[in-house]
């Protein structure tokens, strides 16, 4: 009877052996793409951080100087309507008043709520509705100061607003308007925004950040412990956010 030895050669990796392999070095794979996106979004992040910041002084600077003129501006009025008054030229005088009250209107769109960051940070934003014809209603309940940090009120408001008034652009001017919503009650800021849209329109988008905006708004609120909700229902997009404020 033939007997037959079959051998065996441990150093040869097993079936089993390649499968487990190439999973590693699939996940090893999976691993590193993961990372390169965390870091592209965290340099997404904070370029638009660097950017918002500077755009943040730079509008406090802008609304120092638009505060002077405003109060250069009522000086001259109270002076020469003074001055005409006592000549007794009613005529002039309502043609001064007239030019003071335009001068007046022309300074609604400045927003003066009474917490300088965010004045600032709104006000460029009023402007940029004023000239696109999108009527803009404040219903603003907050103290002089936040504990919330300039950075994290700019990427909140910057980006809700951005996408407001790209999505009001697309639409008929009748139809263009954004209503803003700003509490501070006990320990938390809450902020709504809603703004009509049109599903035809790129309505969704915010400005040039191609949806990185609203990620950096729900970073922003993850590391607030806060809450994000957004949904479009009726024509309406709305966006409700909750910040945690210590003071």
């Known amino acids: 009877m033939t007997r037959y030895r079959i051998a065996v050669c441990d150093d040869e990796p097993s079936e089993l052996e390649d499968i487990v392999e190439s999973v590693k070095r699939y996940d090893v794979h999976v691993e590193a793409l993961r990372k390169n996106e965390q870091e592209k979004l965290r340099a997404e992040f904070n370029e638009q951080q660097y950017r918002l910041q500077m755009e943040y002084y730079q509008q406090l600077k802008e609304r120092q100087e638009e505060t ?3 109060w250069h501006d009522i000086k001259k009025y109270i002076l020469a309507m003074q001055a005409v008054a006592e000549r007794g030229n009613s005529e002039e005088l309502h043609k001064i008043v007239r030019d003071a009250t335009d001068a007046f209107e022309r300074s609604k769109n400045i927003s003066t709520i009474g917490n300088p960051v965010v004045d600032a940070l709104l006000n460029p934003y009023l402007h940029t509705a004023e000239e696109n014809g999108i009527k803009v209603t404040l219903d603003v309940t907050i103290p002089e100061v936040l504990s919330i940090s300039p950075l994290s009120l700019s990427i909140l408001i910057g980006n809700t607003f951005d996408n407001a008034i790209e999505a009001c652009c697309g639409l008929p001017p009748e139809q263009r308007k954004i209503h803003l919503q700003l509490r501070k009650q006990y320990r938390s800021l809450f902020y709504r925004l809603d703004n009509p849209y049109s ?21 922003v609120v993850r590391e607030s412990d806060g809450d994000f909700y ?11 956010v909750r910040l945690n ?3």
């Not at 599903?199 to 970073?219: E, F, M, P, W």
């Not at 957004?230 to 409700?240: I, L, P, Q």
Request: hydrophobic fraction near 25%; include cysteine.
């Open 68 to 70: 002077r003129a405003l």
């Open 199 to 219: 599903d035809i329109s790129r309505s969704l988008r915010v400005g040039s950040h191609h949806g990185y905006g609203l990620k950096n708004v729900k970073r």
């Open 230 to 240: 957004a949904e479009k229902k009726n024509g309406t997009f709305t966006v409700k």
């Open 245 to 247: 404020c210590e003071n």
